[in-house]
Structure formats: C-alpha cells, structure tokens
C-alpha cells in the first residue's frame, strides 16, 4: 500500500502520439467486442 | 478542449458503431415494420368481454386464411385464458404448423402480466386497459412455454401455457 | 484545481460513517435474500414459516437496489464535498437531518414489507397495491435525499463565493452533476408516489393511471442505474490515478463526459417500456436513439481509463506496448476491486447496448438475462467499486489502517465475488437467451425440455449465489474491522491531481445554467407528446388489487 514514487516530470503526454498505442489498441479491441456480440445477439434474433 | 489523436479515432469509430446498429434496427422498424409492439387500442379492463376478440367464445386459436391465425387470450391472475375445447376443458396448448403466421392478441382484466411465448420474439407487457398484439412468424419446430414474465402477485409463476410449433 | 485536501472533522466523518453503517448492514440483509432466492429457484429448498418468495425479493430489490445504493453514494459524495469544498457546522446538521429522513423511510418501508404489506417489488407496478405505509417510507427516502442535494448545493456555492473565479474542484463538479440528475429525475417517482400511489393506497382516489404510472417510474428509472454508476465513474476517474501513482488524464474530458452523461441519462426510460403496449413505437425508437447517445460519455471514460493507466506506466520507464499493464498495483485491493468493476462493465455495457435496441428487446425483456445483466453492472461493476472504496474510506474516517492482512482478505473477497459472479450471472444470462423468465420463484410450468433446461441454469446460479453470500460475509467481516479493530493510523484519502502544465479547463464547462437548460430541453423534447398521447388515449382507470400479493 506504500506511497508509489512521486513521478518525474516529462514531456506532456498530450503532445506524444506514440505513447498512447496501447491504449488504442485496447479500446479498439473493446470496441470490436461490443460490434461482434451486437451482430450476434441480432442473428439470434432473426433466427427466432 | 484537447481530444488526443487517438480518442477522435475511437469516438468516431464508436459513434460509427452506435449509428450503424441505430440504422439497421431503424430500417427493420421503419420500412420492414419490425417495430415492438406499440397498439394506441384501449379497452376497459372490467368489461374485457365487450371487445370482440375477447369473448369468451372467441378465445383461443382461429385460422383466418392460409397459414394465418390469429389467437385471442385474456390475462388475468393467475391464468391465461384459451378458450374451452369441446368438452369444456380450459385449452392450455396452442398447435400451430411451422411456417405459419400467428397474431397473438392478449389484454388483462386485473393487474398488469407478461406474455412471452419463450424462445421465439414473441415478448409483450400485457397491461389493464390496453390491448397487446404481436404477429410472429413461428419458424422453428417445438415446444415454447409461454411464460408470464411480469410479475402479477404470489401465483406468477403459475401462470403458463405451450406453443406447439409441428412440421 | 485546489491542491489542498481539507481534513475531515471528527463531527463530519461520524455523519459519513452512519451512511455507511446502512450500507453494510444493508449489504448482509440484502445479500442473505439474495442466497434463499437463488436457493428456492434451484428447486432444492423452501422457505421456512410459510415465507412467501416475493417477500424476500422484495426485500432484495429494495434494501440492495434503493437503500444500499442511495446511502453509500450520498455519504461518499459528502466526504467528496467535505474533502474538497468543506462543510460547515449548518450544513453538516441540515446532512444529518437527510441521513434520519431516509433512515426513517427505509425502516417503514422495511417494516411494510417484512409483515408482508408489500409484496410488490421494488418497482411496485399499479395496480397492485400496496400499504400506503410503503409508498410513504419510499417517499421519505426520496425526500432525505433532496436534502443531502440540497446541502451538496449549498456547499459548493458558499465555496465558489470565497474562491472567486477558480474553478470547482473536480470531484465537487462531479457530485453536483449526479445530485442535479438525481433531483431531475426524483421528481418523476415522487410525483408518482405523492400524486397518484398514496392517495389511491389511502382510498382518496378510486383508480390509477396504470401507464402514466409505469412512465413516470421509468423516467425515474433509467437515471437511477446512471445516479449508482455516476459515483464509481468518480473513483476512476479522480481515485483511480492516485493509486496507481499517476495523475489526472484530464480535468476538462472528464467533466466533459458527466455533462453528457447528466444530458442523456433521463430522456431515455421508455427503452425500459419498449414491449409495453400503448407508447407511439416512433417515441419508443427516439428515446432509443438518445439512449445510444449516453453510451459516448462511456466510450469516453474507456479511453481515459486506459489512457490513465498507459501515462502512469510509461512514466515508470515501461517502454513496450503493454509492458505499463502488467505492473499494475494488483496486489492493492484498492485498485483490484475497482479495476474487476471495471473489466465487468466491458459485456455489462455490450449488454445494455443490446437491451436497448428496440424491437430486439423482445430477446430478453423480462428474461432472466435481465438479471444477470444488472448484476454485472450494479452488483459487479458499481458495488466492487464501491468495496474498493471502502478499503481506503472507512479506515480514513475512523483514524485507522488498511492492512496487508486486511488488504490480504479483501483480495479474496475481490476473487470470491469474481468467481460466483461470473458463474451466477453467466448462467442468468443464457437461461434468458434461453427464455426463462425473471422475478420467478421456482416452477416447472408446464414441463417439457425447455424447462428442464432452465432449471439446470437455476441450480447454477445457487451455486454462484452460494459463493457470493460467502464473499458478502468476508465484506462485512472486513467492515468491521476496519471500523473497530484495525490499528490506528493514518489511511490516505485519494485524489489525483492534475499534470503542472495540463490545459486549462474552458469555462464553459461550468456553465450550470446551459447544461442544465439542455437537460430539460431534451426531456421536455422526449417525453412532452408522448405523455399527452398517453394522458388523451387514457383507458378508464385501475382499481386497486390486494388479494393477489396476499394482503
Ligand atoms: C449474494 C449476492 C446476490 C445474490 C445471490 C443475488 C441474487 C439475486 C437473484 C437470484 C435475483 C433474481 C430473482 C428473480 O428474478 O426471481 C436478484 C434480483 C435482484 N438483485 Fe440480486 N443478488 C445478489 C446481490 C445483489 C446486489 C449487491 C444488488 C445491488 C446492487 C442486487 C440487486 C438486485 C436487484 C435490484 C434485483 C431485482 C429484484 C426484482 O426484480 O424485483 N443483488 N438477485
Ligand atoms: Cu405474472
Ligand atoms: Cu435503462
């Protein structure tokens, strides 16, 4: 629980494009899970 | 306001997402009249009997046309009410052809119900005073329970009727 | 943003443990219901002295889903407020005047409902009825809660005054916006309750309007999940990155995202009543366009979360790609249960995106899925953050400290509740999919396959409930140690702030009159014709009905 190192000041991560490639990845991948079940759940529809 | 370069790609791509099931459950309502049941009729629900489909000789299953019934139920707690058979039995089963076109007309004469032919998209909310209709096309072969799936007091889960989809 | 976080008074932080004293005692009623209905629906048991299923359920919806919720959000708002604009003397009796207002309401309606006077469910539908002290000790409830709005209110605007010009502290900005849409959308249910279930439960009135009811119920329905999720949104945006040893993501997306979550939350309820006869089905699909729009402030907050998570690692000098994921605090509780919340709300939000899809509502409405999804949202999503809340809270306030072994256990509890959710809710799901209903006690219909199935699901889920009554009693354990036993000390309350050179935040951000200006124009666009609709084309009336809920 201890307190985590107070962190160095560093380029605003605003201006960096490349440091936030895992965050995009992560929610495209989240966002082909919900396009994936969404079409799924709406062929069971159709089915019934 | 600062939106990363990333955020605008992902918040164009989902509201991408968003607009593209909203255009196809949109074109299903619209133009292919898929809407959930929605029907402005009302009725009294102390004299149910006054509306025609809900007499109690009108009950239950009638083929309108070529594969096309219609089946007429009232609500109340706890039962559905089918109609009688010739001998005067409460009717609990519905046997309808595969394929076939089937309105389900329901309403209630006390509290609010639920009618979900289970495991097909027929799925209403029955309420007093007002009339619930859904036309299905029963695809599939089997046994669907129809389950009352709102609940209406101590015997909801006695409330229960069968579809009978045969080939 | 003001750096400085206030200290909380001994006086204040007694009121914020009495709410959450109701919370945890709550949890442990609400949660033992919940364990004897997943045990009478799996076919195996009954309940003893002729106790009816829906009493319980009852008893469940309510104490978990109104009482449980409404305290531990109001008595961590007001540690927010205390924290970051202060309370005065005043405003801490008028708070404490909101905590007896609603505890009184929930012991009537407790009391209604354990004598079995209202076996109506925690949406009390018309026109079943119930006692009229019932709907009275439900709109005490609503009543103490304007209260606690009302001093929320009050003390940001005595803050704004003394700090002219500075912008609200974030996690003040975020409470008020939750308070406003909980009043906006109070207002439904309370008109429902006062003008047309007391003077009907009373006799006054001979019939109700059974639609209009079920309308202004939803209005006030859709908000709510939004007034329980709102709150966990707060500890990951502003908690979150302090624990993990990161900063704020940004203050003006952040707020950004409650503004439109504040917009679009209300003007939504009718994708609760999309099979219910009698709405204009073109209303049903505009409210169901709306409702898609209240997922962008979600699809926002994922981002930020993972953007939060990235910066802090890279900082750290974690260079690949996913390399900041894995040095995650995980073994800080304070940071696992609320990111398990999280990881739930991915197939929770996915879920509702397909509840609210109009006519393929009809897949699951009223279905067991229901069930299941609410219970990864609410009971996953929203009640693991607020256990990861508590960890640091409640030692905060009684002057003592999160321990290794107290960290220990509530990594355990994090899993057990994990684990028999996942098996509970999963099984819900696809008994729904499936057909079989919800609000069910246990029956075999008709018999058949269909059922057989369903009851196969149902012994699942006591077998998830089961687990989950264990990770309740864990939870409860740990409360009260950490109230009582835990050693004396020093917990951190915390609050990210911002980086030294992040954007300033525009100003219109807070702008409360054209946010709040939009909210009703959107409401008054929503729902303004569809009621007339309903109000003109109003079949006669509903008597009310006793018998069938055993009165
Ligand atoms: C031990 C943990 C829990 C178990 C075993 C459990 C079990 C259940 C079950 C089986 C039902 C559905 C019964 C039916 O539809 O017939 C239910 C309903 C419900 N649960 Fe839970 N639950 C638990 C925790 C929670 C929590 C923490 C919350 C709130 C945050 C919650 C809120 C609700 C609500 C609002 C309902 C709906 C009641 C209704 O439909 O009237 N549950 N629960
Ligand atoms: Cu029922
Ligand atoms: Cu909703």
Redesign the interface.
Known sequence: MGKRNTVQHQPNPHESTHSLKGTFIAVMLLGVFILVSWFGFYALFLSR | MHLHKYEKIWLVFGMASLVLFLLIIGFAAFWKGTHPQSHIETIDPQNVEAHDAFKPENLGIREVADGKYIVNIVASAFNYDFGKDTEGNAIKTIRVPKGSTVLYQITTKDVVHGFQVAGTNVNMMVEPGHISRYEAVMKNVGEFTIVCNEYCGIGHHQMYGTVEVYE | MTKVQLPLSKKESRLYMAFMWVTYISLLIGGLMGLLQTLVRSGKYTLPFNI?Y?TILTVHGVILGLVLTTFFIIGFQFSLMGKTVGISDKQLKVAWLSFWVMLIGTIMAAVTILVGEA?V?YTF????RAHPAFYIGLALVIIGSWIAAFVNFRQLYVWKKAHKGEKSPLPAFMVIINMLMWFIATIGVATSVLVLFIPWSLGYAETIN??LS?TLFWYFGHPLVYFWLLPAYMAWYVVIPKI????LF?D??AR?AFILLLMFSIPVGFHH?????????TW??IQ??LT?MV??PS??T??SI??T????G???GFKS??G??KKL?WK?V?FLAPFIGMAAF??G???G??NA???????V???IWITGHFHLTAATTVILTFFGITYWLVPHLTGRR?T?RL?KLGIIQTFIWTFGMTIMSGSMHIQG???????????E??G????ATWINYQIAQAVGGTILFIGILLMVYIFIQLTFFAPRGVQ?YPIAVE???A?P??KILENWYLWIGITIALILFAYTIPVI?ILK???????P?D????R
């Not at chain 3, 009543?273 to 089905?281: A, F, K, N, W």
């Not at chain 3, 998570?309 to 802090?312: A, G, L, P, V």
């Open positions: 009816d829906y076996s469910l539908y018309a026109p079943l059974v639609l079920r993990i040893g990161g900063k940004s003006a997306l950004m009543q999309l099979t219910e006869p009698g709405i204009d089905p049903k699909f169901v366009v898609f997922v962008i699809l926002m994922a981002f993972f953007a998570f990235e910066t802090t890279r900082r750290k790609l996913f900041w994921f605090p800080d304070r991915i197939p939000g996915a879920g995106i397909v899809s109009h006519q393929m509502n009809a897949l409405h009223n279905t999160l290794p960290n999919l499936l057909g079989g209903p919800r609000r069910s006690s246990f029956s219909y008709a058949g396959e269909q059922v951190e980086e030294d050179d954007e935040t525009p609709d084309h109003s079949p006669p009336g509903s008597l009905f018998w069938p809920i055993g």
